[in-house]
C-alpha cells in the first residue's frame, strides 16, 4: 500500500498550494439550495480521513470488520464547517491526510485481504477501501478546486 499512501501525499502536497490560495470569499459561496460549498466539501473530506482513519487501523484486528457508515450530511451540518476560517480547515484537511497516509502505508500485506462491512455496503477488502478512500479524495478536491460544489460523497 506504499504507492496508494504516495499517491495521497502526491495529492495533498499538489493541492494544498491551490487550496491555500483560496479565500474565505472563494469557498463559501453555494452553488444552490440542497449543496455543499467548497468549504463544507472540504469539511465532509475532514470527516472522511477521521472516519476512514479509523476503519484502516480497527479493520486490522478483526475480520470481517463490521463498522457503521456515517450520515455526512449531517456531519457536515452539525459541524458547521461555513462558519470555520478556510485556513484551518485546510491546514486540518492535510495534516489529517498526511496521518491517514502513514497507516495506509502501516498495513501488513497479510492485513490487505481482511473483509470489511461498512453500514449497508457489500463487504469489500480493507485494500479496496484504502484504494476507493484516494479516488473519492481525488474526486471531491477536482470539486473544489474547479469550482462544482457539489452534493454527497
Request: aromatic content about 8%; hydrophobic content about 45%.
Amino acid at each position: 500500500m506504499r504507492q496508494v499512501a504516495r499517491e495521497l501525499r502526491s495529492e495533498i502536497d499538489s493541492a494544498l498550494v491551490r487550496l491555500r490560495a483560496l479565500t474565505d470569499a472563494d469557498v463559501e459561496a453555494g452553488p444552490g439550495a440542497g449543496t455543499w460549498t467548497r468549504k463544507e466539501i472540504l469539511g465532509h473530506l475532514i470527516d472522511s480521513a477521521a472516519n476512514n482513519h479509523q476503519r484502516f487501523v480497527r479493520a486490522q484486528a478483526e475480520d470481517p470488520f463490521i463498522w457503521p457508515g456515517y450520515a455526512q450530511d449531517a456531519w457536515v451540518a452539525v459541524q458547521r464547517y461555513g462558519e470555520r476560517p478556510w485556513a484551518e480547515l485546510v491546514e486540518l484537511w492535510a495534516a489529517l491526510n498526511r496521518h491517514v497516509a502513514h497507516a495506509i502505508e502501516s498495513v501488513p500485506e497479510a492485513k490487505r485481504g481482511t473483509r470489511c462491512v461498512i453500514g449497508s455496503d457489500d463487504p469489500v477488502t480493507l485494500e479496496w477501501l484504502m484504494r476507493d478512500y484516494l479516488a473519492h479524495l481525488r474526486h471531491h478536491l477536482a470539486q473544489i478546486l474547479t469550482e462544482r460544489a457539489a452534493r454527497s460523497g
